[in-house]
C-alpha cells in the first residue's frame, strides 16, 4: 500500500535554533518526492521537489535530502524563525501524490 | 505571482444538498487536481483532471462528486448531495505541462455540512 509516514509529529523549538523533519515513504512507482508547508487554515506551499537521483536540495534555509535507496527524506531547517511555524508536510508522486500526516512546528521566543 | 484561485472561501450547507466549488486555476497550466482535509487529518487527493477528462481518480471519488471545467478558466468540483462526512477543506491545485510537475495549491475552501 501507497504510504508516507511523518515524524515526529510535532516539534517546539527555540527561534535561532535548528531541526530535522523526518519522511518515510513505500510509494511505487517513484517520480519524486516534495516538502510543503502548510499554515493553519491555508494551502500547501512548496519548498522543494526531488527526483530520483537528486540526493540534496536546498531553498534557502531549507534543505531536504533523499535516499532513494532507504526510500527516506528529511527537512532540514536551519536558523528556525517564529515565521517558520506550521505544519510540514511531504508528499511522494507515483501516479497521484500522496501526503504524510505533517509536523506541525512550533517555533516559540 | 499568478496563484491559484479558490471561492468561495466557506461553504455552509445543509446534508443533502448539492454544492459547487469553484476554482481558477494559474492561466497555461494543463493539469489540475482536487484534494481534500477533514479538520486535524491529512491532505487526500480526489481527481486528476487534464484535456477535459479525468486522469486519476481516488476511491473517495465516488458518484456524488464530479469535475468540470465548463470554460477556459474555470475548474469546479460538484457534490450532488452532501453527507456530514464531507465537512472538510476543499483544495484546487494545477501544474504546468506534466501531471509530476509541480503543484500549486489554491487557499482551499471551507465546506460544513449541516
Known amino acids: 500500500k501507497n504510504q508516507v509516514e511523518q515524524s515526529p509529529q510535532s516539534l517546539i523549538i527555540l527561534e535561532g535554533k535548528n531541526c530535522t523533519l523526518q519522511c518515510n515513504y513505500t510509494v511505487s512507482p517513484f517520480s519524486n518526492l516534495r516538502w510543503y508547508k502548510q499554515d493553519t487554515g491555508r494551502g500547501p506551499v512548496s519548498l522543494t521537489i526531488m527526483t530520483f537521483s537528486e540526493n540534496t536540495k536546498s531553498n534557502g534555509r531549507y534543505t531536504a535530502t533523499l535516499d532513494a535507496d532507504t526510500k527516506q527524506s528529511s527537512l532540514h531547517i536551519t536558523a528556525s524563525q517564529l515565521s517558520d511555524s506550521a505544519s510540514y508536510i511531504c508528499?511522494?508522486?507515483?501516479?497521484?501524490?500522496?501526503f504524510g500526516a505533517g509536523t506541525i512546528l512550533r517555533v516559540k521566543s | 505571482e499568478p496563484e491559484v484561485t479558490q471561492t468561495p472561501s466557506h461553504q455552509v450547507t445543509q446534508m443533502g444538498q448539492e454544492v459547487i466549488l469553484r476554482c481558477v486555476p494559474i492561466s497555461n497550466h494543463l493539469y489540475f487536481y482536487w484534494y481534500r482535509q477533514i479538520l486535524g487529518q491529512k491532505v487526500e487527493f480526489l481527481v486528476s483532471?487534464?484535456?477535459?477528462?479525468?486522469?486519476?481518480k481516488s476511491e473517495i471519488f465516488d458518484d456524488q462528486f464530479s469535475v468540470e471545467r465548463p470554460d477556459g478558466s474555470n475548474f469546479t468540483l460538484k457534490i450532488r448531495s452532501t453527507k456530514l462526512e464531507d465537512s472538510a477543506m476543499y483544495f484546487c491545485?494545477?501544474?504546468?505541462?506534466?501531471?509530476?510537475?509541480?503543484?500549486?495549491f489554491g487557499p482551499g475552501t471551507r465546506l460544513t455540512v449541516t
Open positions: 483532471f487534464y484535456n477535459n477528462e479525468i486522469s486519476e
Open positions: 491545485a494545477s501544474s504546468p505541462t506534466r501531471e509530476d510537475d509541480e503543484q500549486y
Open positions: 508528499g511522494v508522486y507515483g501516479n497521484k501524490l500522496v
